[in-house]
């Protein structure tokens, strides 16, 4: 570490200190969807996106404990993680919200099973549900990919510093 870091001990570290040090680590901002009761379309924005296993293919987000979205979609069992494009930061804020039908806001299309895909989202991960975690105020939600879209092309939107930002 550098004379200009700050260094805090675990005793010492507070939830606005966890936030700062985690805010130097770039995240990727994509919205996890899916159908609830009635075959509602329903999602949130996650920044916790990672890949688990290539063999089997599995992907881990994590939601909070106090999500109203991912219980609706949890029951169903399946799910789309939508990563969305650099050009998508209104997307973002819609399911980041505690709106009702976040889908009447944005462009989406069923997929072959029928689950929530955002039009213009740089790739699409379907998911059947693989495991959960309790992980203090959040869950660890483990998905075992069955379909996987991409455009490669397309540039990611990125969440550092507490802004959004893209890959260059």
């Known amino acids: 570490m550098t004379s200009e ?10 939830s606005e200190w966890f936030r700062t040090v985690m805010g130097t680590v770039p995240t990727s901002v994509a919205v996890v969807s899916g159908r609830g009761a009635g075959g509602t379309p329903v ?3 996650i920044g916790t996106l990672t890949s688990v296993s290539l063999n089997p293919p599995l ?8 999500s109203n979205s991912w219980p609706k979609i949890r ?34 299309v069923p997929s072959e099973d029928g689950l929530p895909v955002i039009e213009g989202a740089v ?17 660890i939600v483990v998905g075992r990919v069955v379909r996987m879209a991409a455009r490669p092309a397309a ?14």
């Not at 700050?6 to 507070?14: R, S």
């Not at 549900?129 to 992980?135: F, S």
Request: aromatic fraction near 8%.
């Open 5 to 14: 870091s700050l260094v805090m001990e675990a005793g010492e570290l507070t």
């Open 43 to 45: 999602g949130l924005a």
């Open 59 to 66: 992907v881990a987000f994590c939601p909070g404990r106090d």
């Open 75 to 108: 029951s169903s069992g399946r799910f789309c993680i939508n990563v969305l494009a650099g050009d998508q930061q209104t997307v973002s804020g819609v399911f980041a919200s505690k709106r009702g039908n976040k889908f009447d806001h944005v462009d989406w």
């Open 123 to 139: 790739a699409s991960i379907e998911c059947v549900l693989q495991d959960e975690h309790d992980a203090g105020d959040h869950t």
């Open 155 to 168: 540039r990611p939107l990125v969440f550092l510093g507490g802004k959004y930002g893209q890959v260059a």
